[in-house]
């Protein structure tokens, strides 16, 4: 009863606070920014009542826990990153020279679907259009035919990868970038408002050609709304008026989900970046999105990858706190998956196969995580503790107090453990050898 009232509770917090960010929530939002630094700058938007997923609707995605992030295009062939065009200064006549090289010979998008299943993960998401303006589809909206099905590939490489998402039972999700290095208003656009204007025209027609073309889209990832690389997302709705633009996404996709990044207050906050995530649980839907591959989110030469471990800590780490944890994956100019990355992601599957019980469906706490020791999700009557083993752990785990009695205590798909509760909170024993490499999941079953 009582871990009903908990989970009512939870559920109660979120759609309050969901409700008043669809209303007001900035005021609200602002003290929870200041309480969370790693979304500075992120929780803002302007926003309009209905324009927002009600909880319901989230719950989907905030079931699926882990996804994969794809960013494939022409800098690929550079292998110097995504950003390759802005850092290097090159025309925008020269980058598109590279359209005529990029005819990657090994894509298969169902390839991609497999390793992200095998990974365990529950959704993708594929750059569409990053912020060197190259189209991966059919895009007649393009500015100068910059797109994939009319320079070397003559491919729609959306309309292979939504179909092998859904074929895959996958969520499907595209990453647009409305931004577009090409254009010199996106640079200055009170000073060159035609220029600027040309660009949120492509913008609102590739939407659309997106959002209408392909199926059912269940995530709506915009990245780059701000402009000259300035100021927030947010500061630049009065130019990309995402109000319109979303009005005209949910035409077509009623359901889809949309981050912050459009200038719009998101249905889920976004966090960027490789680092730990520490604090408390987030009584709202959030995502961390970071990319396996410490150089770059695009394919590089260069390569610095994570370890199976530290990619298991990040993802525990982000769910115990109530976010998701999208990962990046940079396919090389042929489409092509590294394999070292390929087998990272396996054996994160391998965990995830033994450990996804105390991941997906469930919902952070009921116990406050401990940074870089321990935290924890619940479903029905488990509790689940992810046990980070570092220096500080130990085979003595303390918890609080907790008003609910635990009728036994395990690892999962593992020994019993020896343990005590009392007024003082609840002690577990845990032999070494038990321990996994990684993150080590216990599993407290709760009195009726
Ligand atoms: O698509 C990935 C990034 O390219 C994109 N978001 C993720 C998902 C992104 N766009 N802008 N930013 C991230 C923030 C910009 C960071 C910068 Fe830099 C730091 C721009 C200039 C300095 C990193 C380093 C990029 C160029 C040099």
Redesign the pocket.
């Given at each position: 009863m009582r871990f009903k009232l908990i989970i009512i509770t939870f559920i109660s917090l979120s759609i309050s606070l969901h409700t008043q960010a669809q209303q007001m929530g900035k005021e609200e939002l602002k003290s929870m920014e200041k309480s969370n630094s790693a979304f500075k700058g992120g929780i803002n938007g302007v926003s309009q009542p209905g324009l927002n997923l009600p909880p319901e609707k989230m719950q989907w995605w905030q079931n699926a826990k882990f996804g994969m992030?794809i960013?494939w295009g022409l800098y690929a062939i550079p292998a110097s990153?995504?950003?390759t065009m802005?850092?290097k200064k090159i025309s925008p006549e020269e980058y598109a020279k590279l359209a005529d090289q990029f005819k990657p010979r090994s894509f298969n998008a169902d390839r991609w679907a497999a390793i992200a299943k095998a990974a365990g993960m529950k959704y993708m998401v594929m750059?569409a259009k990053?912020?060197d303006g190259f189209a991966m589809w059919n895009s007649p909206s393009s500015y100068h035919h910059f797109n994939s099905m009319e320079t070397a590939a003559h491919t729609d490489f959306i309309a292979q990868y939504t179909e092998a998402c859904r074929k895959a039972g996958l969520g499907v999700g595209i990453?647009y970038?409305p931004m577009d290095w090409r254009f010199p208003g996106y640079f200055d656009p009170k000073g060159l408002p035609e220029n600027a204007a040309l660009m949120k025209q492509q913008a609102y027609g590739q939407v659309e050609e997106l959002m209408k073309n392909y199926g059912k889209i269940d995530i709506l990832?915009y990245?780059?709304g701000?402009l000259a690389?300035k100021g927030t997302d947010a500061d630049a709705a009065w130019f990309w008026e995402p109000l319109k633009l979303n009005a005209m996404v949910r035409k077509y996709q009623p359901d889809i989900v949309i981050n912050p990044?459009s200038g719009m207050f998101g249905d889920f906050q976004v966090n960027?970046g490789g680092a730990e995530v520490k604090g408390p649980i987030l009584e709202f839907p959030w995502e961390k999105?970071l990319?396996l591959n410490g150089t770059?989110?695009?394919f590089t030469k260069a390569q610095n990858l994570m370890s199976v471990k530290s990619i298991l800590q990040m993802l525990v780490n982000v769910v115990d706190r109530g976010g998701n944890m999208l990962l990046?994956v940079g396919p090389d100019p042929d489409g092509i998956i590294p394999p070292a990355h390929v087998a990272l992601l396996t054996d994160v599957g391998k965990w995830l196969d033994k450990n996804g019980k105390s991941i997906y469906g469930t919902r952070a706490g009921p116990f406050e995580p401990v940074d870089s020791l321990y935290g924890s999700t619940h479903k029905d009557n488990k509790i689940y503790i992810h046990l980070i083993k570092s220096d500080k752990a130990t085979t003595e785990l303390h918890l609080p107090k907790y008003d609910r009695q635990i009728r036994s205590c395990r690892i999962l798909k593992g020994q019993n453990l020896k343990f005590s509760q009392d007024k003082n909170g609840i002690d577990i024993s845990i032999d070494s050898k038990e321990l996994d490499p990684a993150v080590t999941t216990i599993v407290l079953t709760c009195a009726d």
């Amino acid at each position: 009863m009582r871990f009903k009232l908990i989970i009512i509770t939870f559920i109660s917090l979120s759609i309050s606070l969901h409700t008043q960010a669809q209303q007001m929530g900035k005021e609200e939002l602002k003290s929870m920014e200041k309480s969370n630094s790693a979304f500075k700058g992120g929780i803002n938007g302007v926003s309009q009542p209905g324009l927002n997923l009600p909880p319901e609707k989230m719950q989907w995605w905030q079931n699926a826990k882990f996804g994969m992030f794809i960013h494939w295009g022409l800098y690929a062939i550079p292998a110097s990153g995504e950003w390759t065009m802005f850092n290097k200064k090159i025309s925008p006549e020269e980058y598109a020279k590279l359209a005529d090289q990029f005819k990657p010979r090994s894509f298969n998008a169902d390839r991609w679907a497999a390793i992200a299943k095998a990974a365990g993960m529950k959704y993708m998401v594929m750059v569409a259009k990053h912020h060197d303006g190259f189209a991966m589809w059919n895009s007649p909206s393009s500015y100068h035919h910059f797109n994939s099905m009319e320079t070397a590939a003559h491919t729609d490489f959306i309309a292979q990868y939504t179909e092998a998402c859904r074929k895959a039972g996958l969520g499907v999700g595209i990453y647009y970038s409305p931004m577009d290095w090409r254009f010199p208003g996106y640079f200055d656009p009170k000073g060159l408002p035609e220029n600027a204007a040309l660009m949120k025209q492509q913008a609102y027609g590739q939407v659309e050609e997106l959002m209408k073309n392909y199926g059912k889209i269940d995530i709506l990832w915009y990245d780059g709304g701000w402009l000259a690389h300035k100021g927030t997302d947010a500061d630049a709705a009065w130019f990309w008026e995402p109000l319109k633009l979303n009005a005209m996404v949910r035409k077509y996709q009623p359901d889809i989900v949309i981050n912050p990044r459009s200038g719009m207050f998101g249905d889920f906050q976004v966090n960027e970046g490789g680092a730990e995530v520490k604090g408390p649980i987030l009584e709202f839907p959030w995502e961390k999105c970071l990319s396996l591959n410490g150089t770059g989110w695009g394919f590089t030469k260069a390569q610095n990858l994570m370890s199976v471990k530290s990619i298991l800590q990040m993802l525990v780490n982000v769910v115990d706190r109530g976010g998701n944890m999208l990962l990046n994956v940079g396919p090389d100019p042929d489409g092509i998956i590294p394999p070292a990355h390929v087998a990272l992601l396996t054996d994160v599957g391998k965990w995830l196969d033994k450990n996804g019980k105390s991941i997906y469906g469930t919902r952070a706490g009921p116990f406050e995580p401990v940074d870089s020791l321990y935290g924890s999700t619940h479903k029905d009557n488990k509790i689940y503790i992810h046990l980070i083993k570092s220096d500080k752990a130990t085979t003595e785990l303390h918890l609080p107090k907790y008003d609910r009695q635990i009728r036994s205590c395990r690892i999962l798909k593992g020994q019993n453990l020896k343990f005590s509760q009392d007024k003082n909170g609840i002690d577990i024993s845990i032999d070494s050898k038990e321990l996994d490499p990684a993150v080590t999941t216990i599993v407290l079953t709760c009195a009726d």
